[in-house]
């Protein structure tokens, strides 16, 4: 499937408190990408990273962290100031302009 | 930044008909047009990309054209089967310029049999 991995497959949290979301690759992609998926709004880039220890904000940053300490990782952090933080969350990754991979994404529920 | 609109939101056919999905984008200097296909509760996968030297490419059932002095791209999907059904979404980049996609809103296609 890809290489490309992401836990947990679901998760529910509490209004309040911060969740990271984990995503993997091992197919030696340089530039890594998070989106989140609401129904009917398609995909919106929440950060994304072209190079270890450097990432750019995407169009809905706020509320969100990342980093990238390692080229096969780019944890996910909502924080508790993202307002409406329950969506399904989707990790991808790519070479250099080349077509990006998707992980089987993690549904996040918060309450 | 880039804006992507995507054309018609749901599409119901009969099996055997084709289907088009068109897309629109605002800036000229994207030159990377993707399809991806997701199925319900699945990851977005790739079916078909298009450069913008090129104005149409084809793959079995499935085809894309670009037209750049319109600034649109449509997807071409023939002979319609059942599983064809699902979400299917356009996106536009700058390629080696810039990594970034921008996404259409889906178009849901339903095959009917």
């Known amino acids: 499937d890809g290489g490309i991995t992401q836990s947990p497959k679901y998760l529910f949290r509490k209004e309040g408190q911060n969740v990271t979301l984990s995503c993997e690759q091992n197919?030696?992609?340089?530039?890594m990408y998070w989106y989140r998926q609401d129904p009917g709004q398609g995909l919106r880039l929440i950060y994304y990273?072209?190079?270890?220890?450097?990432?750019q904000k995407g169009d809905i940053a706020e509320g969100y962290s990342v980093s990238r300490e390692k080229k096969e990782s780019f944890p996910l952090t909502v924080t508790s100031a993202q307002k409406n933080p329950t969506a399904f969350y989707l990790c991808?990754?790519?070479?250099?302009?080349?077509?990006?991979?998707f992980g089987p994404g993690t549904r996040l529920t918060v309450t | 930044g880039e804006n992507v609109e995507q054309h018609p939101s749901t599409l119901s056919v009969q099996e055997g008909d084709s289907a088009v999905i068109k897309c629109t984008y605002s800036?000229?200097?994207?030159?990377?047009f993707p399809w991806y296909k997701q199925e319900l509760g699945k990851r977005p996968q790739l079916i078909i990309d298009?450069?913008?030297?090129?104005g149409e490419k084809k793959d079995q059932r499935i085809a894309v054209t670009l037209n750049k002095t319109a600034k649109h791209f449509s997807l071409h999907i023939t002979e319609t089967q059942p599983e064809d059904s699902a979400v299917y979404f356009c996106?536009?980049?700058?390629?080696?310029?810039?990594?970034?996609?921008?996404f259409g809103a889906g178009t849901t296609v339903t095959v009917r049999a």
């Open positions: 298009i450069r913008s030297n090129v």
């Open positions: 800036d000229s200097a994207s030159n990377y």
């Open positions: 197919l030696n992609h340089d530039a």
């Open positions: 990273s072209q190079i270890v220890n450097d990432f």
């Open positions: 991808a990754s790519s070479t250099v302009g080349d077509e990006q991979y």
């Open positions: 996106a536009a980049s700058m390629g080696s310029n810039d990594y970034k996609l921008s």
